[in-house]
Structure formats: C-alpha cells, structure tokens
C-alpha cells in the first residue's frame, strides 16, 4: 500500500476554490467587496452584483487590479425580474459553484416610530431579496446537478435583537430561519447553505447610521476583544465555508464573528465600583 503525505504548509494552504466561479451580492463596497476580494486571491472566478452604479464601478476596478476573472452586474436583488437577469448573466461567464448572499441595507428607528415603507424596504432587500437570488441559483445548482455552496449573510442581530432595529432584527432573524430550511430542502443534491453573523462591525453603512466615537463605546462596554470588527475579519470564514475540501459536512448552521459579543456582558463602571473584585481583573 502507498502512503502520500502532503505537506502541512499546502494542506493550510489550498481551500480548493481555484476556478470556481463566486457570485457576491452587495459586492460594491464594505463587506461585500472585502469578501469578493478575498476569493480573488483563492484564484476563484468572482462576479459581483450591486445596485449602486458608481460603487460598482469603482469596486470592479479595484477587483481588476488583483486578477482579470472578475465581472460586474447591476441588479436590485428586491426586483425578481431583475435577480432572474443578472443570475443568467452571471451564468453565462461561468455556471456559479458559491452564492454570497451579502446584499443588505440597515436603518435606525423606534418601533413606534417605524413606518410601515420603511419596514418594507429593509425586508424586501435584506429577506425577501436574498430568498430570490438563492432560489434562482439554487434551481440553477439543481439542473446541473453538481451541488454548490449558498452562504447567507445574516448578523448577531438576527440572534440577539437589538433596540431601534425592528425592521432590520426581523430580516436577520428570517436569513437564519431561511438558511436552516435551504439546508434541509437542498441538502439532497449536494447543496450546502449555511449563515454567517457578523457582530458590530464599522463598514462603511454603518458609519452612515452610527454618530462619531459610536463604535468605540460599543465595544469597551459590549465586546471582550476590547475594539469593533473590520471588515477583514469576516472574509476568512466565508473561504472556509465555501470549501468543499474543509467544509464538506457542514450545512444549516449559524457562524458568530463579533469578538465575543454574544457570549455574555461585560460589566460597565457602575458595576465595577459595586465589585472591587471585578475592576481589579479590567486594570
């Protein structure tokens, strides 16, 4: 019997995404992009789609200054013709192997205050938008009949509501529910989906929403890790995930990256003074 060893630098190495053909949604800037760049430097063929023409622009630029294999499309993923469109178009390049579900839009307002249109336009981007674009390449996956990767972009919002966000905690939440009912319905033909849950991350849509100083103070009181998430400490896991060498068995679960946010609180001053005790461990 032959034994092979394979080196331990090419095993951490190589996911096995060489030539596979990653559509990002919402790839335009922030996240999306972050992730789409990632992926280019596995090698993989990367379209990203957006509905933000000048974002779009300057993103595939960027992409094109790392490899040539990346392509562009402009879709509102809220609009099921459009979705229909830019999926074929998108097919056409190359049949696609991983869907980044990451488009998305978040504003801030009391559920008193929150209008029903604006409660609309969260759901029909951040939901209903990412059920159109995973069923349309879902059914692609399906007729060829070689399985696929669906990673939806979900949030600790969508685990852990969190005040003023009703209309964007509800949309997360039903990515996690939907990305459950994927895996069980798609599982059979070789299609793994599974969610990823971003804690508190300073993007460029949340320095739109959030006040100076805003992303400082949420950490030193909500993050154990002591500092906000980038941008780049997300792509790493959507890599592992949509790597059939290393992520083969899994399918239907929920992935926290937020410095340990959701593991528990940590204590502000007041509870410091109460517990001399705990202010001599935060010194």
């Known amino acids: 019997m032959k034994v092979c060893f394979i080196a331990r630098e090419e095993m951490i190495m190589d996911l096995g995404l060489q030539r596979k053909h990653v559509l990002v949604t919402g790839g335009a800037r922030g996240l999306g992009l972050a992730i789409a760049e990632a992926f280019l430097h596995e090698d993989a063929y990367v379209t990203i789609l957006d509905s933000h023409k000048g974002n779009l622009a ?8 790392i490899r040539s294999n990346t392509r562009s499309i402009w879709a ?6 459009q979705v229909a469109n830019a999926i074929q178009e998108a097919e056409d390049f190359k049949p696609i192997d991983v869907l980044v579900n990451n488009a998305g839009v978040a504003s801030d307002h009391l559920f008193l205050d929150l209008e029903s249109d604006e409660w609309q336009r969260i759901i029909n981007v951040n939901l209903t938008g990412a059920f159109l674009v995973a069923q349309t390449v879902a059914r692609k996956m399906v007729a ?15 685990l ?19 990305t459950k009912t994927m895996a069980l319905e798609l599982a059979k033909y070789g299609i793994r989906t599974n969610a990823v849950c971003p804690g508190y991350l300073v993007t460029p849509m949340s320095e739109e ?17 002591g500092r906000p998430g980038a941008v ?6 959507f890599l592992f995930l949509a790597s059939d060498r290393w992520a083969g068995f899994v399918n239907g679960q ?24 705990l202010a001599s461990f935060f010194q």
């Open 58 to 65: 300057s993103a595939l630029d960027r992409l094109l200054r």
């Open 76 to 81: 509102n993923v809220s609009d099921k013709i």
């Open 144 to 158: 060829r009949g070689k399985g696929g990767c669906i990673l939806n972009m979900s949030s600790k919002n969508g």
């Open 160 to 178: 852990f509501a969190e005040l003023g966000y009703a209309h964007y905690n509800a949309s997360k939440f039903g990515i996690v529910g939907l």
């Open 209 to 225: 929403i959030d006040p100076p100083g805003f992303a400082q103070a949420i950490a030193e009181r909500h993050i154990p890790l």
């Open 232 to 237: 780049d400490d997300v792509p790493g896991m």
């Open 254 to 277: 929920t992935f926290v990256i937020d410095g340990g946010q959701l593991a528990g609180q940590t204590p502000n001053s007041t509870d410091l003074q109460r517990k001399p005790k």
